[in-house]
């Protein structure tokens, strides 16, 4: 863990408009402390907040892997991690293999450049049940954690069920997304580098509650992110649970969504937490201009920073 006080950040993606440089510069304007920088391959993007490439992990020069840190060293802002969330168990093989290939990149990057942490998905094939997944895990996952035991580096899994609409139907494109699951995972894959990138939002539509998780699993919250979600009551009574999850829920900004806040970063105070925080924006209102991304960065902050100096 870092220095004795979390430290407040966001999910560079939202900012798919800025190179690494100009991005760097909004978060030190804004006052951020650190920034979880996305590192997709060069390319295009799959899904929204995907794609985005604030730092090419395949130019492993030295001179570009010192330019990226006199850029933190120069604005005060550290990176809290190395992002990269595509679905290394994708059913599809190539797509697959693709992802696996590139995220083996992002943690040789990571350790490079003293970072030392990837927040990334454990993937899922969406057509096939859990049970299955695991499974594919044990197939899939080994060599991945053993390199990133190898680089020093620690694998943050995010608990995003990477379920919106048809298109992730039914299973989702991630397994992590209970404690009941993260057990059976860090079963199998029992290392040290394994963790959790915690997103209280997540649980919150599952119906899952997002505080106890946090004592449960204390020594593997390796990473937190700060993201908000509305649950629509009277669209649930309509469409039940099993519906699309974006049909009675909308993600949200800190603070517009029903996460209680400061139970949440209570419950991390009482862990002893002291590592990075981000806000992650996917909040539907703040999007069409770099204005209001900006607002939107600013007005999370601002909110936040009730709990977190």
């Known amino acids: 863990m870092g220095t004795g006080e979390m430290k407040i950040g966001f999910v560079s993606a939202i900012l798919d408009q800025s190179n690494f440089e100009e991005m760097m510069d909004i978060a030190a304007d804004l006052g951020y402390q650190c920034v979880e920088v996305a590192c997709w391959p060069k390319g295009k993007a799959e899904r929204r907040y995907a794609g985005v490439s604030h730092i090419d992990v395949e130019n492993t020069d ?3 892997v010192e330019y990226i840190k006199n850029i933190c060293k120069t604005k005060g802002v550290e990176i809290s991690s190395l992002a990269y969330y595509p679905n290394p168990l994708d059913g599809d093989l190539e797509k697959r293999t693709v992802a696996v ?3 083996k990149k992002v943690i040789q990057f990571s350790s490079k450049l003293g970072v030392n942490m990837v927040t990334t998905f454990i993937g899922r094939d969406q057509t096939k049940t859990v049970e299955e997944n695991l499974e594919l895990v044990k197939e899939v996952w080994p060599p991945i954690i053993k390199l990133a035991e190898e680089c020093g580096v620690k694998v943050a899994i995010e608990n995003c069920p990477m379920l919106f609409g048809p298109d992730q139907w039914p299973g989702g494109q991630n397994l992590m997304t ?33 505080i106890k998780p946090i004592y449960e699993f204390k020594d593997k919250i390796f990473h937190v992110h700060f993201k908000d979600i509305k649950l629509y009551r009277d669209k649930l009574d309509q469409v039940g649970v099993m519906a699309y999850p974006l049909e009675y829920m909308s993600p949200k900004i800190p603070g517009y969504g029903d996460v209680d806040w400061g139970k949440y970063v209570s419950a991390l105070t009482d862990i002893g937490y002291d590592g990075y925080t981000c806000i992650e924006v996917e909040d539907k209102y703040f999007e069409g201009s770099k ?19």
Not at 179 to 208: A, R, T
């Open 101 to 103: 290939e590139h995220l």
């Open 178 to 210: 209970t404690p009941s699951i993260w057990k059976k995972v860090f079963d199998i894959l029992p290392s040290d580098n394994l963790g959790i990138n915690y997103d209280p939002s997540h649980f919150v539509w599952q119906m899952i509650d997002y």
């Open 62 to 64: 030295d001179s570009y």
């Open 291 to 309: 204005e209001k991304v900006i607002d939107s960065l600013k007005l999370s902050k601002q909110y936040m920073t009730n709990f977190v100096i």
